[in-house]
């Protein structure tokens, strides 16, 4: 029985993507005995059941992650190890996989035959990253990262247009697997020098050798994780992906996929404990990652391009965190990312709404890409949306009383007892960088007229999502007590093996 | 480390050499696929060169490398796929039919 409820978010997860998988063969399957309106009739019923079963099964999954936060102890022969950490994250990826499934219902440029397989693969991706933070062993490493990774590939190309996100398809697709095969390489070489594919194992092989190759092999390994974290220059990926792709797929991209790769960041890392050098390594690529986020930002004329390079350069606030490879570094990490995850829901709860009004382009069929511009006078079209908006924004340009200041913050703190002043000054200065072009976007929300934009009419539901999660923001951000001992504690956990 | 080990790790260093300017300088979206695949047989030598010359624990190696097979496999499956798609919106299969999205 134990086992069932270790693995029971898991468990969840499997059920869902089983359900989804019968609606896509059973009412969504294709059948040469129907004429073309009776197939077409039963698509919609496929995709609104799909749309359905995604968010209520979501929601169970949430409730199931919950239930399991108390679990401890390893499975499958200590290839899985489930402890407080994981079960943290297991219970904000499940929320990440419910904001990401409610952002992607009904949408208008999926096409309708594909609705449940997107849906399907949202959550086998999310599955995979679950089991992403439980991995205690490098073949269960690689087989989940995979996991997570093929389905965020084929979600990007389900959309319909006139191709360019193939285009943005196959970048993403050639830059994960060339970074996976070279994160591949660095494990062969961790197996090589400890023999096992214990990460423990390994951290204590690595601990009493260090060795230049020792570090070559770790800095190699994490290679496949950072590029899921979209950190310079491991990035290139991103805007184009972001860009193009459905809103629900760069919702979740965006949102989700960065708190499992910062979770498999921290479980992966764990292998290079006592490999003193990584500190200048993880340093480094922090200060390039947010020093060319922000500069490349600001150029930008599309909302999701320029979410996508700050997203460039909160991977390098992230990183600040790990340098230390310590219990604090690691908490205000986390915190951070949880903060993130809730902001960026916000602008992608935006982006989705505002994307419903724009005139339909590209040969009848529904554009992807949102101008800035398209946020013109948003305060007046719609104040509850356009304070979302600048909540989210606000968030991630570290302004109090959001989590992203506190987590800033926290992240600073943590930076400056690793004795990393230097760093901490550049992110000062990267800060600054990053309110301007935040501000150029509220600014359009806020300063420009509505003369000549599309009604907007968001629902009910959207209002309060907008409402609930902004408050959340704020709300994390003015009491951290609430949520840091707990992340502290299970970072203690995670390092104490 | 025994001379046959040595041999056998830069004999994988060098394919993973080839597999990695492969994908950065061919032009077609096929080859490039094939670099990958190069990449991930050379770390497959590796994996099957420790197991057999180093004394860790014994199969994890050769099942480590059966894993990447069969991941592989799955990779090509959506990596072609891919390169399909492409072919039918743009009729050509070279990255210079990829250069729309900039910025």
């Known amino acids: 029985m134990g086992l069932y409820l270790r693995f029971l978010p898991e468990l969840g997860m499997l059920g869902l993507a089983l359900a989804l998988f019968l609606v896509s063969v059973t009412i969504g399957g294709e059948s040469d005995a129907l004429d073309e309106r009776r197939r077409d009739e039963r698509r919609r019923t496929a995709a609104y059941v799909s749309d359905r079963i995604g968010l209520l099964g979501s929601v169970g999954v949430l409730v199931l992650a919950a239930l399991a936060i108390w679990q401890n102890g390893t499975l499958f022969f200590d290839a899985y190890r489930v402890g407080l950490f994981s079960q943290l994250v297991k219970i904000v990826l499940a929320a990440g996989l419910v904001g990401a499934m409610w952002l992607a219902r009904d949408a208008r440029n999926i096409p309708v035959r594909d609705r449940p397989e997107f849906l399907l693969f949202m959550t086998l991706s999310t599955l995979g990253m679950m089991m992403l933070v439980s991995a205690d062993e490098l073949i269960t490493f690689y087989v989940v990262l995979e996991l997570s990774a093929y389905c965020l590939y084929i979600m990007v190309p389900m959309a319909s247009g006139h191709g360019s996100h193939n285009e943005a398809s196959y970048k993403y697709f050639i830059y994960g697997a060339t970074t996976s095969a070279v994160s591949l390489y660095g494990m062969t070489i961790l197996y090589g020098l400890a023999g096992t594919t214990s990460i423990p194992a390994i951290a204590a092989a690595l601990g009493a050798a260090p060795s230049t190759l020792a570090l070559a092999a770790v800095v190699l390994a994490i290679t496949g994780v950072l590029f899921k974290l979209a950190v310079f220059p491991f990035h290139f990926w991103a805007p184009d992906v972001y860009q193009v792709s459905t809103h629900g797929a760069a919702a979740f991209i965006a949102a989700t996929s960065k708190v499992g790769a910062v979770a498999a960041l921290l479980r992966l890392l764990l292998v290079g404990a006592d490999v003193e050098q990584l500190y200048w390594v993880l340093g480094g690529l922090a200060v390039l990652s947010m020093t060319f986020g922000n500069l490349a930002a600001i150029a930008q004329k599309d909302l999701k391009r320029l979410l996508a390079y700050s997203g460039v350069a909160q991977g390098g606030y992230i990183l600040l965190g790990l340098m230390g490879q310590d219990s604090a570094g690691y908490t205000a990490a986390t915190y951070y990312t949880i903060g993130y995850l809730a902001m960026v829901l916000l602008c992608f709860l935006v982006i989705v709404e505002v994307g419903r009004t724009l005139p339909e382009s590209e040969g009848g069929r529904p554009s992807n890409v949102l101008p800035i511009s398209a946020l013109d006078g948003l305060h007046q079209r719609s104040p509850v949306l356009a304070l979302a908006l600048l909540v989210g924004l606000l968030g991630m340009a570290g302004v109090p009383p959001t989590a992203g200041f506190t987590g800033k913050w926290l992240l600073f703190k943590a930076a400056i007892e690793v004795e990393a002043f230097w760093l901490v000054l550049i992110a000062g200065i990267n800060n600054t960088i990053a309110i301007y072009y935040y501000l150029i976007v509220v600014k359009a929300a806020y300063v420009h007229g509505a003369e000549g934009q599309p009604r907007l009419e968001p629902g009910l539901m959207a209002k309060m999502a907008g409402v609930g999660v902004s408050l959340a923001v704020v709300f994390l951000g003015v009491f951290p007590q609430w949520v840091v001992p707990a992340l502290d504690r299970a970072m203690n956990a995670l390092l104490g093996g | ?103």
């Open chain 2, 1 to 103: 480390m025994s001379e046959a080990l040595s041999s056998y790790l830069l004999f994988s260093c060098a394919m993973f050499a080839v597999g990695l300017v492969g994908v950065l300088l061919r032009r077609n979206l096929v080859a490039m696929l094939i670099g990958v695949e190069l990449m991930l047989n050379a770390v497959l030598i590796n994996l099957v060169a420790f197991a057999r010359f180093t004394d860790g624990q014994p199969g994890i190696g050769q099942v480590f490398a059966l894993f990447i097979i069969g991941v592989a496999a799955a990779e090509a499956a959506v990596g072609l796929s891919i390169v399909l798609a492409v072919h039918k919106a743009r009729g050509a299969i070279s990255v210079d039919a990829l250069e729309e999205l900039k910025g």
